[in-house]
Nanobody
């Protein structure tokens, strides 16, 4: 299993970013995928989750509802996180996550910094 995140960067408050997570090594469409984030000095927290196959079921942390959208492209084996109306408190390293059996798989993370 390999998960590779990209798309992070520095953005001003109110701006947008789209994160991508390219997955390989497993049957991507068969598994739900998640995005987590970890801010300095804080525990890693779940941001958004999307179910397998068509991805019709999504769940979000209360702090990002209405601003973030998770989606997936099974043809490209990629899960996305569209982040709009970004706030300084969204600053964190964002990680893609796969739960496969008893195992948790993580990407290397991508830094998102929201600052003026």
């Amino acid at each position: 299993v390999q998960l590779v995140e990209s798309g992070g960067g520095l953005v001003q408050p109110g701006g947008s970013l789209r994160l991508s997570c390219a997955a390989s090594g497993f049957t991507f469409s068969s598994y739900g995928m998640s995005w987590y984030r970890q801010a300095p000095g804080k525990e890693r927290e779940l941001v958004a989750r999307i179910n397998n196959f068509g991805g019709a079921i999504t769940n979000y942390a209360d702090s990002v509802k209405g601003r973030f959208t998770i989606s997936r492209d099974n043809d490209k084996n990629t899960v996305y996180l569209q982040m709009n109306s970004l706030k300084p408190e969204d600053t964190a390293v964002y990680y893609c996550n796969l739960k496969l059996g008893r195992n948790d798989y993580w990407g290397q993370g991508t830094q998102v910094t929201v600052s003026s």
